[in-house]
């Protein structure tokens, strides 16, 4: 079955720096979702990636989509408080179904 | 994309018993999915509920202990039945979206004591 791994398993930065998180997928992805997590509360969709190459961009975050890597990045740049939270990502299998990564815990300090 | 109202937020209780989760959703909706969020852990999908037929769920999960009802397009409930303190999650449901990939409700924090 397909899994998802995400480095790193947590990061601590400070405010203004850049960060990237990392998705990578034992198998093929045929897609790859990012979602951001607030603690204890549901997930709110940042960015969908359809195709190998395929890069998008809101606001101050940027996702990439690497079909031959098997693997996903999330940039941020210049990070601010609002930031912090956990971020999953999710690939969509075969069966109409999404499976996730274990998630990465950020927290910026002020 | 699709807003989907999830309640009760949070509770809290006793071991032994039933808790019912409901999630409605503001359009119609071929499929939704609810999950289990253990702490500290990721989302694991419990089952697949369609309108009209018997829900199919995961490895691991039983109708018995996760009965889920779909009684129409907008609608569905999971009971997480003879709680333990192993029951304590996140729950979520989630539809497909479209342009937005799945959208979630907005969890329901179960502790069980």
């Known amino acids: 079955s397909q899994e998802l791994e995400q480095s790193p398993q947590s990061l601590i930065v400070q405010e203004g720096k850049n960060l990237t998180i990392n998705c990578t997928s034992s198998?093929?992805?045929?897609?790859l979702y990012w979602y951001k997590q607030k603690y204890g509360e549901g997930l709110i969709f940042l960015m969908m990636l359809q195709k190998g190459g395929e890069e998008k961009s809101h606001e101050k975050i940027t996702a990439k989509l690497d079909e031959k890597k098997q693997q996903s990045s999330l940039h941020i740049t210049a990070s601010q408080p609002s930031h912090a939270g956990i971020y999953l990502c999710?690939?969509?299998?075969?069966?109409?179904?999404?499976?996730f990564g274990p998630g990465t815990s950020l927290s910026v300090i002020p | 994309s699709a807003v989907i109202s999830q309640k009760p937020s949070r509770d809290i209780c006793q071991r032994g018993t039933s808790l019912t989760i409901q999630c409605q959703v503001d359009?119609?909706?071929?499929?939704m999915f609810w999950y289990r969020q253990q702490p500290g852990q990721s989302l694991t999908l419990i089952a697949t509920?369609?309108?009209?037929?018997?829900?199919?769920?995961e490895s691991g999960f039983v109708i018995d202990k996760f009965p889920i009802s779909r009684p129409n397009l907008t609608f569905s409930t999971l009971t997480v039945s003879n709680m333990s303190p192993e029951d304590s999650s996140i729950y979520l449901c989630?539809?497909?979206?479209?342009?937005?990939?799945?959208?979630f409700g907005s969890g329901t924090r179960l502790t069980v004591v």
């Open positions: 999710g690939a969509p299998t075969s069966y109409d179904k999404v499976i």
């Open positions: 509920a369609n309108q009209g037929s018997e829900a199919t769920y």
């Open positions: 359009s119609q909706v071929t499929m």
């Open positions: 989630s539809v497909a979206a479209a342009r937005y990939g799945y959208t």
């Open positions: 198998k093929t992805l045929y897609g």
